[in-house]
């Protein structure tokens, strides 16, 4: 029994790893709280079209070897502004914008990646993340967002909401829409950007995703969706990085596998419960705008 | 002359034009309207009824002329149901109380705030909707809610585009007779005095139009504004619609019936023979 105890509490011995199991899970819940802006603006192309667009600010840090959060933060806002300001424009959609502007973005990385040897190590972290090599400086950039992002949150929750749910209606009544959506893309931007060298350019979009569909999927209300999704983020990325300690596999692709995991389970449920009320419903009919 | 006029008016639109950059939408429109008023804006689709709702809501700046509107006038905006996203997670209560500013620092709603919104819902016929889903609602209940949260910001004016687009003959009655309610006396005024203006658009002519005090036919221009007994009229029809309409009287009101609707019965007829 006390062997057991031990080997589960094995990997606690360790600092870097009871640091990675922070940051894992600072970064889940940070992704989760904005993956709901994310998912619900049906922008979730956007996380992983930033996260390429961080990556070349990201190489081009590394090659001038300058500080990784200078150098990516500066060039994923504007990234981000840019996008925000294409796509407003409406003969280019948002996702076309996406498109564009990251993917640019991402050549470059490659290219100087290519040209440039020597940064290869570094710019290979954000590539594929690198959980256990996390330094005070990622934890401490990652609870900041992470407490700016609740503050902003919590303070302009009705605007926020009202901006995502009906904008027109939103500027009618008053809201100041551009300006909250210029939060919201910084925010984002923000977020991949402390979260990109934890968990991957390749990943980090699913991290945006997975817990705020998940949290979709288990309540119809916009302000429970708030605190249920950033709640799952923390513990897909709590579980996840504890897990790829036995698995010994990289722990932003465990992370991702934890929350897809948990996704399917809910998905399944969730449907079987529908079906179920489905058939136990009396004949009143489904109103004309819900059918 | 409408009795409401004699009131200096709430909104003024004066040789207004308005363009999204290929050619005027609306052109040279002058209306206003009086506090209390009850307002159709009729006309063909493209006609620029929501592009004037638009102007009125100033959310649409016009490229020539100006709309004025009356010193600290409280607008309140319906939209079309159809362009929200239905499977957003948002509960009834939600909804309303985005009608009103966040006072304090945490989210939660204030105990004034539930008590107003409670009592807006009860007005409506919502209550008991609280924490229900917008999708799980009836079609005129849906379109309760979204007056609710109109309602909530005490609007002296009222903009609804569209109010009973998709919904079935009840619902539009029961949309009606809500709007006329809010129309006679607001809830919230007290003052016994004219209830809350309300500007609509609607493509219903003998639905809802024809109900209305006043019509406004419009066709990227201000075609008639009168009552519906001086508006709908077969020669302004065609002027708005482009098509020869007819005009019959049942129980003192005008009802619109579109012209070649025989022969194309007729040839409708002889392909299922």
């Keep these: 029994m006390n062997l057991i105890a031990v080997d589960l509490l094995e990997p606690f011995a360790f600092e870097f790893f009871r640091n990675g199991l922070l ?3 600072l970064a889940g819940a940070l992704c989760g709280l904005i993956g709901v802006f994310v998912v619900l603006r049906s922008m979730s192309y956007i996380g992983h079209g930033l996260s390429h ?18 150098g990516a933060g500066l060039w994923g806002v504007v990234s981000g502004l840019m996008i925000g300001r294409v796509s407003r424009k409406r003969i280019i959609g948002a996702d076309a914008a996406i498109g564009v502007i990251t993917t640019a973005s991402f050549a470059v990385g490659l290219a100087l990646q290519a040209r440039f040897g020597q940064a290869k190590r570094s710019i290979d972290a954000v590539l594929f993340g690198n959980v256990l090599g996390v330094f005070t400086a990622d934890i401490l950039a990652v609870a900041g967002v992470g407490v700016v992002s609740a503050v902003v949150v919590v303070l302009s929750y009705r605007k926020l909401l009202f901006t995502t749910f009906d904008p027109e209606v939103a500027g009618v009544s008053g809201v100041n829409v551009p300006g909250m959506e210029a939060v919201l893309m910084i925010l984002l931007s923000a977020t991949i950007l402390v979260t990109v060298r934890v968990i991957g350019v390749l990943l980090i979009s699913a991290l945006l995703v997975l817990p705020a569909v998940t949290a979709r999927l288990l309540t119809n209300s916009f302000g429970r969706m708030l ?21 010994d596999v990289p722990s932003g692709a465990v992370i991702i596998i934890a929350g897809t995991i948990v996704f399917v389970v809910v998905y399944t449920v969730a449907g079987v419960r529908r079906r179920a009320r489905v058939a136990g419903m009396d004949h009143h009919g489904p109103s004309l705008r819900s059918a | 002359m409408n009795s409401a006029e004699a009131t200096p008016p709430l909104v003024r639109f004066d040789h207004v034009s308005c363009s999204y950059g290929n050619g005027p939408v609306i052109e040279n429109v002058d209306l206003t309207v009086a506090r209390g008023e009850f307002v159709g804006i009729v006309g063909p689709s493209g006609s620029g009824k929501t592009t004037l709702l638009r102007a009125m809501l100033g959310s649409v700046k016009p490229v020539h002329g100006s709309v004025m509107w ?14 929200l996203d239905w499977n957003f997670p948002v ?8 009608g009103r500013p966040q006072r304090s620092w945490w989210p939660r709603l204030q105990p004034s705030e539930k008590s107003e919104i409670q009592r807006v819902l009860e007005h409506l016929g919502l209550a008991g909707l609280w924490s229900r ?22 609007p002296d004016l009222l903009v609804l585009d569209e109010p009973t687009a998709g919904v079935d003959v009840r619902t539009r009655h029961e949309v009606l007779h ?3 309610d809010l129309n006679e006396l607001h809830p919230d005024r ?17 639905g809802l139009a024809a109900h209305l005090p006043r019509l406004i036919c419009l066709n990227r221009n201000v075609v008639a504004d009168g009552s519906p007994s001086e508006v709908l009229k077969p020669y302004f029809l065609e002027r708005t619609y482009g098509a020869p309409m007819e005009v019959l009287q049942h129980g003192g009101m005008p009802v619109v019936l579109e012209q070649g609707g025989d022969e194309l019965r007729l040839r409708l007829s002889r392909r299922g023979a």
């Excluded at chain 1, 667009?53 to 200078?70: E, P, Q």
């Design chain 1, 23 to 25: 940051v894992a899970t």
């Design chain 1, 53 to 70: 667009a961080v990556f070349g600010g990201a190489a081009l840090a590394a090659v001038l070897n300058i500080n990784y959060f200078i």
């Design chain 1, 227 to 247: 605190w249920l999704s950033p709640v799952l983020g923390a513990v897909f990325g709590g579980v996840g990085m504890y897990a790829s300690w036995y698995a």
């Design chain 2, 70 to 83: 009356s010193p600290s006038l409280r607008v309140a905006y319906v939209p079309q149901l159809e362009t």
């Design chain 2, 91 to 98: 509960t009834v209560s939600e909804v309303v109380a985005m």
């Design chain 2, 133 to 154: 889903h917008i999708r799980e609602l009836s079609g005129g209940q849906q379109q309760r809610v979204f007056l609710a949260r109109a309602l909530i910001q005490k």
């Design chain 2, 178 to 180: 809500v709007l006329a």
């Design chain 2, 190 to 206: 007290g003052d016994g005095e004219s209830g809350i203006a309300i500007v609509l658009t609607t493509h219903d002519l003998n």
